[in-house]
């Protein structure tokens, strides 16, 4: 958190130190300007604190807020408010944006499935998963996967590198004893390849930019296959959820909150006697 003050910062805050203001007794207050789900106020926390302000919190990430309710206010040095003002306020209405999102978006699927989970992919901007995922789950979604590391998910690109699907098959079969506690995903596009991994023993297909028809299809594959999760995936957004949660899928898989609206934040900064 530290890093974005300094980035911001750097050697000198010109306007506060040319206007000799820094030493004085100080407020700041942040505040919701709209209906949000809320999300950073703890990181807002520790940076007041780290810059020497004592601060309040009045509200708690994923708290549902409605217009003009107070988040945060922080006591101390007019120089060390004005350095917490714009990165403190970045921070709440970016990830505030995408928690409200979330939970939209989660809102809407589980009127018409109500047991619908919504992941999010690690098709993010670098560096900035931690916060992210913080907003995600403020929301009520979840991840999909955090890395290369934690999860098995087997692409066409992977496949491609088998010379029939003898070889691919027999591979298949020794990672799945390799990873015993792992369940393991394919990417496929089309109810042949859905079929096809099922029969594999795959425990979750993640259907890709497949039709709703074609979808459900894939779903209906549940009966043959009782074991079998079905996720969708691509393009999805607060647009068309409903409809793939119709289908029957167990969730969706998603980068749409990322790029969420930020939410707008009301910061003052006044005088303390």
Not at 136 to 165: I, N, T
Not at 190 to 197: D, I
Not at 220 to 232: I, T, V, Y
Not at 238 to 251: K, L, M, P, S, W
Request: contains cysteine.
């Amino acid at each position: 958190m530290m890093d974005m003050i300094r980035e911001d910062v750097g050697l000198i805050d010109m306007t506060t130190v040319g206007l000799d203001i820094g030493s004085r007794k100080a407020k700041i207050s942040f505040a919701s300007k709209e209906p949000i789900v809320l999300c950073g106020v703890e990181f807002v926390a520790e940076m007041c604190q780290k810059l020497g302000l004592e601060t309040h919190a009045y509200k708690a990430c994923g708290d549902t807020l409605g217009a003009g309710e107070l988040i945060l206010e922080a006591y101390g040095r007019a120089d060390a408010t004005h350095q917490a003002w714009k990165v403190s306020q970045n921070i709440l209405e970016f990830l505030s944006g995408i928690a409200t999102k979330t939970h939209t978006m989660v809102t809407l699927a589980r009127e018409v499935n109500p047991k619908i989970e919504l992941l999010t992919t690690r098709k993010i901007f670098p560096r900035t998963k931690e916060l992210a995922l913080k907003a995600v789950y403020a929301g009520g979604g979840a991840h999909h996967r955090l890395g290369l590391y934690d999860s098995v998910l087997v692409f066409k690109q992977h496949r491609v590198f088998f010379e029939s699907d003898a070889a691919f098959e027999a591979q298949f079969a020794k990672m799945k004893q390799k990873y015993l506690e792992k369940k393991i995903v394919v990417e496929v596009d089309s109810y042949e390849e859905a079929r096809y991994f099922a029969t594999l023993g795959t425990e979750i297909l993640q259907c890709e930019k497949m039709s709703f028809e074609t979808l459900e299809r894939c779903v209906a594959l549940k009966k043959e296959f009782p074991h079998l999760l079905l996720s969708a995936t691509g393009g999805i957004g607060e647009h068309n959820i409903v409809a793939y949660a119709q289908t029957g899928v167990d969730f969706i898989v998603t980068s749409s909150p990322y790029h969420a609206k930020p939410a707008d934040i009301k910061v003052v900064i006044s005088k303390e006697d």
